[in-house]
């Protein structure tokens, strides 16, 4: 039995074109799990033939103001989906905000103001329009229909899920055994996240894989309403700079969209030779024989870090333009040489003579004195190119360029 046949094996409604199974091979590319494939081939399939697009839900609560490329794995996909015709819902939660995600939480989530939340949002789809096409990007937010619902329409909600079934999720009976407190609100969550797929009537909703369970909500509450359920495409979670932790800009590891093209093609760069490749995997759109072939090729004895670069290149131009990236590339050289970038901001400073510690915050180069003495320790600071290995320095009157790492530099007039 071929592939067309398995995928049309459980329902014979319709056969699957060409068309359809390329833009099923398209969908699954960088996936963690797709619920379910036959449902979704009949979809495509219908789409194809009634010239009606699929209606694909991709929800975010605007809880923090900025996008980092971790969030790019599922824009990225959704900016796919919209290539091959479908209409893409991106659904800011201004609603469901207000409750908290307690997804991958072990404690409730702090609630957001009104005001934060309008923000953020603002913030979140100028940053998301960077990556889908904001001319076919339906935008809506939940409170349309969540701020109208009464008590009666909420307790008739609450009545179609059993609170067995909501404690299924790890988060939840994590902290019940560990007896942390769980508030009542935060176990609408999930049906609030659900009913969003029942108002928007969800063919298709996307979300990394600490969403599943949310996502599975959604599928049983359009049962519920008699409606065909929406199929789910679960994303990875892109791990951060270290390699281990996933991105996220609390831990320090992510890369900011929005962040500079010098600043992004460095920490690029500083990825590891084999987390090189996740990103390829999650963040390039490069073909796949394309990276088969760079991995070949790496094997073969190409130096990885060439590779690296293509990879870099690649993100500067997409957020920034061509020019950017090249640009990005020669200050990347000009570090890696020893040499000091011609953009370096210029920082008036008093106090002379300036312990180092102190010289290193206040220059903004450290976040504390305790961590500009640990650089220090660590070999990491530069004053004119020559290594400080004193902590007890003291810098006296005058105009230097102080490095600090491979990637922070600062003109100090000190005076």
């Known amino acids: 039995m071929n592939k067309n046949s398995v995928l049309s094996a459980n329902s014979a409604e319709l056969p699957l074109s060409s068309a359809v199974m390329e833009a099923l091979d398209i969908i699954r590319r960088g996936t963690e799990e797709l619920l379910v494939d036959t449902e979704l081939a009949q979809k495509l399939a219908r789409s194809e033939k009634t010239g009606k697009p699929l209606r694909i839900k991709l929800g975010l609560d605007p809880t923090a103001p900025d996008l980092h490329l971790g969030h790019t794995v599922v824009l990225n996909k959704m900016r796919q989906l919209q290539d091959l015709g479908h209409t893409v819902i991106f659904l800011i939660g201004d609603f469901t905000s207000m409750i908290g995600d307690p997804s991958g939480r072990n404690v409730t989530r702090p609630r957001l103001t009104r005001e934060q939340i309008e923000e953020n949002a603002m913030t979140y789809f100028n940053q998301a329009s960077l990556v889908l096409d904001p001319g076919k990007t339906e935008i809506r937010y939940n409170s349309e229909w969540s701020d109208r619902m009464t008590a009666r329409d909420m307790i008739q909600l609450a009545s179609r899920y059993t609170l067995a079934r909501i404690m299924e999720r790890e988060d939840f009976a994590t902290r019940f055994k560990g007896g942390s407190p769980i508030a009542v609100h935060e176990l609408l969550y999930p049906l609030m996240q659900g009913y969003d797929s029942v108002m928007l009537e969800s063919d298709m909703e996307l979300g990394g894989t600490d969403q599943k369970f949310n996502l599975l909500v959604g599928r049983e509450l359009q049962r519920g309403y008699d409606q065909e359920p929406q199929c789910i495409l679960t994303m990875p979670l892109l791990e951060g700079l270290d390699g281990v932790e996933k991105m996220s800009k609390s831990k320090g590891n992510y890369i900011g969209i929005t962040e500079p093209a010098n600043t992004m093609f ?113 070999n990491g600071v530069r004053i004119d190119g020559a290594a400080v290995t004193d902590r007890g320095l003291k810098v006296d009157a005058g105009t230097f360029v102080v490095q600090v790492g491979k990637r922070k530099f600062a003109r100090v007039i000190l005076s």
């Open 266 to 378: 460095a920490k690029v760069m500083s990825i590891s030779d084999d987390m090189m490749w996740r990103y390829y995997d999650l963040l390039s759109f490069r073909s796949l024989s394309d990276i088969t072939a760079l991995k070949a090729a790496v094997n073969a004895g190409r130096n990885p870090r060439d590779v690296k670069v293509e990879l870099a290149q690649e993100i500067v131009t997409r957020f920034h333009s061509g020019q950017a990236a090249e640009s990005a590339l020669e200050d990347f050289m000009l570090r890696a040489r020893g040499g000091i970038p011609e953009d370096v901001p210029e920082v008036t400073l008093g106090g002379a003579p300036l312990g180092i510690g102190q010289l290193l915050k206040q220059a903004g180069l450290c976040a504390s004195t305790s961590e500009a003495l640990r650089m220090v320790e660590q």
